[in-house]
C-alpha cells in the first residue's frame, strides 16, 4: 500500500512539475499578486495569434533564465480569445517547453485592464511591464522587444 501511495505521490509531482497550468485570472487578481511581489518580474503580455509576441517569446524565456540568482519571475499573461483557453494557449506554452507564471486574462474591456497594468497602454501587444519593487525601478513597453533590448531591461531590473 505504501508504495501504491508513493507512486501516486510522485507521479502527481512529475505531472506538476512538467505541466503547464494557465490559471484563469481578473486584472485585479493579476494587480494584486504583482503589487505584493518582492522579487523581480517580468509580465509578458501576448496571444498565440499574435506574430510579434510568440517571435519574442524565446527571448524572455532564456533571458528571465539567465538571472535565476536574482530571483526573476516571468509572468507570460495570455490574451488568447475565450474559445482557445485553455486547450490552445496551454498546448502553445507545452509545444515550446515555456517555463514560467502562466495566467489567461479573464477581461474582454481594454478600457478596464490596461490602465491597471499602466496608464500609457492602448491596449497593443505584445506590451511588457518589468518591476522590481525592492529598487523602485518600473518599465513599461508596448511593443516587440529584441533580444538585446530585453538585456539591457533585464539588467536595470536586477541591479
Known amino acids: 500500500m505504501k508504495k501504491v501511495v508513493l507512486i501516486l505521490f510522485f ?3 512529475l505531472v506538476s512539475a512538467t ?4 490559471n484563469k485570472v481578473k486584472i485585479e487578481e493579476l494587480v494584486e499578486y504583482i503589487s505584493k511581489s ?28 539567465q538571472y535565476a540568482d536574482k530571483n526573476v519571475e516571468l509572468i507570460l499573461v495570455s490574451l488568447d480569445f475565450n ?6 494557449v496551454t498546448a502553445f506554452l507545452k509545444q515550446n517547453k515555456y517555463e514560467g507564471t ?6 474582454t ?26 529598487t523602485g525601478y518600473r518599465s513599461f513597453y508596448q511593443r516587440q522587444l ?3 533590448q530585453l538585456e539591457v531591461e533585464l539588467k536595470k531590473l536586477v541591479e
Open 109 to 134: 474591456d481594454a478600457d478596464h485592464f490596461c490602465p491597471k497594468v499602466d496608464p500609457k497602454w492602448d491596449g497593443a501587444i505584445p506590451a511588457s511591464l518589468f518591476l522590481n519593487a525592492k
Open 38 to 65: 518582492d522579487h523581480p518580474l517580468v509580465i509578458n503580455f501576448w496571444a498565440t495569434w499574435c506574430a510579434p509576441c510568440t517571435r519574442e517569446l524565446p527571448y524572455f524565456q532564456s533571458g528571465v533564465k
Open 102 to 107: 502562466f495566467y489567461w486574462l479573464n477581461e
Open 19 to 22: 505541466g503547464q497550468k494557465v
Open 11 to 13: 507521479g502527481c509531482c
Open 83 to 88: 474559445n482557445d483557453y485553455p486547450k490552445k
Open 146 to 148: 529584441t533580444d538585446r
